[in-house]
């Protein structure tokens, strides 16, 4: 950012203060200070009928892969409305949520992922334009070696084997240096 936006100084610095971990840009006449924090990404596993719902993206990066629904969180909803206004604009699926999944962390490019695991109520609209195709796909149909990102695939992959045991847990996890970490 080049100018202050409370006062339109172009007097920023960067500053450390007592007490604060991080340097921020200060507004040096204003004082206004810019905090800059990870964005919240809400998405869920949606299952029906042994099938999972999943999305093949139309968007940039790594278009044409499969994953599953998720975007960033708005200002003025919880997560769980994220969550399933994400499923809704990227499948036409709506959906109840029923518990959290997994919490999933990025710090390299400052982001969070917050999955759920929903069931099915119905398909109600199109798929809106970041997605070429959303469908149900078992986990035979599932193009493993086509999933967008590993910790995508690391979730998926859990759940099924979950499911097939019965019980549920839930994960934290981070990704460092392109290595995909979840701890049990
Ligand atoms: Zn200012």
């Known amino acids: ?9 172009a007097n920023l610095v960067l500053r450390k203060t007592n007490h604060d971990t991080h340097s921020r840009y200060t507004c040096a006449d204003c004082e206004k200070i810019f ?9 869920c596993i949606v299952e029906h009928e042994n099938k999972y719902l999943m999305c093949q993206r139309a968007i940039k990066p790594r278009t044409g892969t499969w994953t599953l629904p998720a975007g960033f969180m708005e200002c003025g909803e919880t997560v769980e409305q994220a969550a399933q206004r994400e499923v809704w604009e990227e499948t036409g699926a709506q959906i109840e949520i029923i518990a959290p999944y997994s919490i999933f962390s990025v710090p390299q490019i400052n982001e969070v992922y917050i999955m759920f695991r929903a069931k099915l109520e119905a ?10 195709a959303a469908e149900l796909l078992s986990a035979e149909q599932i193009p493993w070696d086509n999933i967008f990102y590993p910790a995508i695939k690391d979730i998926l992959q859990r759940y099924i084997a979950e499911k097939e045991q019965g019980t549920f847990g839930m994960y934290m996890g981070c990704s460092d240096e392109g290595i995909v970490h979840f701890m049990q």
């Open 1 to 9: 950012m080049k100018f202050c936006s409370e006062c339109g100084s």
């Open 35 to 43: 905090y800059h924090n990870p964005k919240v990404i809400a998405g």
């Open 123 to 132: 398909f109600t609209d199109e798929p809106g334009p970041e997605t070429l």
